[in-house]
Each structure stands twice: as structure tokens, then as C-alpha cells.
């Protein structure tokens, strides 16, 4: 698992802050991005567990991408 604080946009199109009497657009907010690798059998009770826990409702969710791991390069440890 991999966890990555992450600037996007998405449907909320962004927001607007106040920021030192002055009105500022930010289009890009704040995220989080997490990247899983899973075996097969696992793929449904994973997604069913985030999308059961994190979800707010709201826009900005987020998606899931079940994408197929062909190929895996093991870096080992040197001395």
C-alpha cells in the first residue's frame, strides 16, 4: 500500500477562499491517493471495505480503479 497527499479536481470544480480581504480561486484541493496491490480473491472485499468506510456522500469521494498487475520487479536490499 502506498499513500500519496495529492493536489486535483474533480465535479466540486473548486473553491473560493478569502484571503487577506481579497477573494483567491483554488482549483485544485486537497486529496488523498491510495494505491493497493491485492491478490484476485481479494479485489471485491477490498473495494466493498473502502467504499463502505470511506465514503462521504459528497462530491470529491473519489473513484476506484481495478487495474490487472502483469508484471512485478522485486528491487532487493544492498549492502
Known amino acids: ?6 493536489k486535483g479536481r474533480g465535479e466540486q ?7 487577506r480581504g481579497g477573494k483567491m480561486g ?7 491517493e491510495i494505491f493497493l496491490v491485492v491478490k484476485d480473491d481479494d479485489v471485491d ?3 466493498e471495505t473502502i467504499t ?3 465514503r462521504t456522500g459528497r462530491y470529491g469521494d473519489g473513484k476506484i480503479f481495478i487495474l490487472p498487475v502483469e508484471n512485478l520487479v522485486v528491487m532487493q536490499h544492498c549492502l
Do not use: R, W
Not at 1 to 6: A, D, H, I, L
Not at 13 to 19: A, M, N, P
Not at 26 to 32: E, G, H, M, N
Open 1 to 6: 500500500m502506498t499513500v500519496n497527499e495529492v
Open 13 to 19: 470544480k473548486g473553491i473560493t477562499l478569502q484571503f
Open 26 to 32: 483554488v482549483d485544485l484541493l486537497p486529496k488523498i
Open 45 to 47: 472485499a477490498v473495494v
Open 52 to 54: 463502505q468506510n470511506a
